[in-house]
């Protein structure tokens, strides 16, 4: 990065945010891609967009008391960060999970502006979440949680201000708490969460959005940037949840064999293909690990460490598990086992130096705002169905997710080759999520 206006943002931010390194980590990565774009447009600068872009609009923290099974009081923060609404209502998914802090936030946050932009849905940027674990804790204490967390949440959300939504840790379960809790506060039903049960106006195709999208997207990404799809090759995917699970059962459903799959526990290694059945029914239905997986598929090696999963040899990469859970030394092994494509399911799973040992060597790269986006945008569509009172089919909803990835890979490839060349996704995706962006914020003047 040479541009003097975005070095002197980004030392700003720096010195503002010092302790908050996924943040700045976020923000150097889109500030140093998106320089091609404010270098041609000068009137960003005038405008004082970047200085703006990169503030939240709002950054909102609360006490979350709640009461366990013996009777004892606990006390969490909860957190809001409303970070860009130029395009549409704050939209982002709520995290609960004990590393939750204000970078945490406000990473997520700041790349879900940019996401949102890319899905073509009028949503702005939000992200929320709690440093609450919900391991081990009962249905009631989950329940009495989620009441106090919305008691505290619902007087800043609202289906035309913000709409969260599932994340690590929220699920159907959390979000189904968390709106009776909105709606006996409000006395009012609206669509101001997503990832609702079906029964209670949930988009059907919601919870499988963001790991099918995640595959559709790759499926182009191979076909325009390697000339071949999914179809027969050797995949493994980290984290076995929401995004995790769905990923691994699209890229099976694409003719891939997906030889190994982790969560906390370890990763699970089968060369003729992980029974997914299985996995599912472990960890979804029985809220269990794959240590226990592996206790009953008597073909398949289980190794206690994740992270060695990233040495196993395969064709494709899907990593849905969690921030920063690709380091150098993995990019380096996937470069020697001759991988050919990384495609991020989870946010920012990769570090800034692995992300550019990826690009650097070639091998085609899915970054997170544009190849997770599908979750989001059936969010979007769950909205949309709410507004207007209707149930699409699942079949509806597929297409429409499976068409918009694929236009969503073409604006990237596109933005990539005529800034810089077709490997540097990173740029075209942070340019054309930015560029929408920006043309909003120039239009409403200073604010
Ligand atoms: P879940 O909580 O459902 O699943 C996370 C999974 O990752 C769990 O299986 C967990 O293991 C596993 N995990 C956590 N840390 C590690 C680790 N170090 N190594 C291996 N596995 C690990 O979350 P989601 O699937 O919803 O989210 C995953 C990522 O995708 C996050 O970055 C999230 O922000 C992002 N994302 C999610 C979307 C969604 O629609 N849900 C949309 C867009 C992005 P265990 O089961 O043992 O706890």
Redesign the pocket.
């Known amino acids: 990065m040479t541009n003097e206006y975005l070095l002197n943002i980004y030392e700003n931010v720096k010195q503002k945010d010092k302790n908050e390194p996924e943040f700045l980590q976020a923000v150097y990565e889109v500030l140093n891609s998106i320089e091609p774009y404010v270098n041609e447009h000068p009137e960003l600068e005038s405008a004082g967009v970047i200085e703006r872009f990169v503030e939240p609009e709002r950054l909102i923290t609360f006490r979350v008391p709640w009461v366990d099974d013996n009777g004892k009081v606990h006390v969490n923060r909860g957190y809001r960060v409303q970070f860009n609404s130029a395009i549409g209502p704050y939209k982002g ?1 709520i ?1 609960l ?1 004990p590393s939750v802090n204000p970078s945490i936030m406000k990473f ?1 946050g700041f790349e879900q502006t940019l ?1 949102n932009s890319l899905t073509g849905l009028p949503m702005g940027g939000g992200k929320g979440g709690c440093d609450f674990d919900p ?1 081990g804790k009962s249905d009631l204490e989950i329940m009495r949680f989620c009441q106090s967390f919305m008691t505290e949440l619902f007087r800043h959300i609202g289906a035309d201000t913000d709409v969260p ?7 159907a379960r959390e979000i189904g708490y968390m709106f009776g809790q909105y709606k006996r506060l409000k006395n009012e039903w609206t669509g101001v969460l997503t ?1 609702k049960g079906l029964s209670y106006g949930g988009s059907i195709g ?1 919870t499988s ?3 099918f999208g995640l595959c559709y997207f790759t499926n182009k990404m191979l076909e325009v940037m390697k000339n071949t799809t999914l179809e027969g090759k050797k995949v493994i995917v ?8 769905y990923a691994a059962i699209k890229a099976k459903e694409l003719g891939a064999t997906v030889v190994a799959l ?4 370890g ?1 699970v290694y089968k060369e003729s293909g992980i029974d997914l059945d299985l996995a599912r029914e472990i ?1 979804e239905a029985k ?1 269990g ?2 240590s226990e997986y592996a206790s009953i598929d008597k073909d398949c090696t289980f190794n206690p460490n ?2 060695l ?1 990233w040495q196993v040899k395969c064709d494709v990469v899907l990593p ?4 920063n ?1 690709i380091d150098l030394e993995d990019a380096k092994a996937f470069v020697k086992n001759g991988v050919i494509a990384v495609a991020e ?5 990769c570090t800034l130096e692995a992300t550019n040992y990826i690009i650097e060597n070639k091998i085609a790269f899915a970054p ?1 705002k544009a190849a ?5 945008m059936v ?1 979007g569509f769950e909205m949309s169905q709410n507004s207007m009172r209707l149930a699409w089919t699942f079949e509806e909803v597929d297409e429409k997710l499976k068409a918009q990835m694929e236009s969503i890979f073409m604006e990237v490839h596109e933005c990539a080759k005529h800034y810089d060349n077709m490997y540097n996704t990173v740029l075209g995706a942070n340019i054309s999520g930015f560029k929408k962006v920006a043309a909003a914020m120039l239009a409403q003047g200073v604010c």
């Open positions: 998914g995290r999970h997520l996401k391991r939504a599932g994340d690590i840790g929220t699920g990832g919601r959005a963001t790991g980290s984290g076995s949840g929401n995004v995790g699970i982790s969560d906390i526990s990763y960890k809220r690990l794959l994740p992270k999963m849905c598990a969690t921030q859970e399911g989870a946010n920012m799973p997170a997770n986006a599908g979750g989001v969010s």
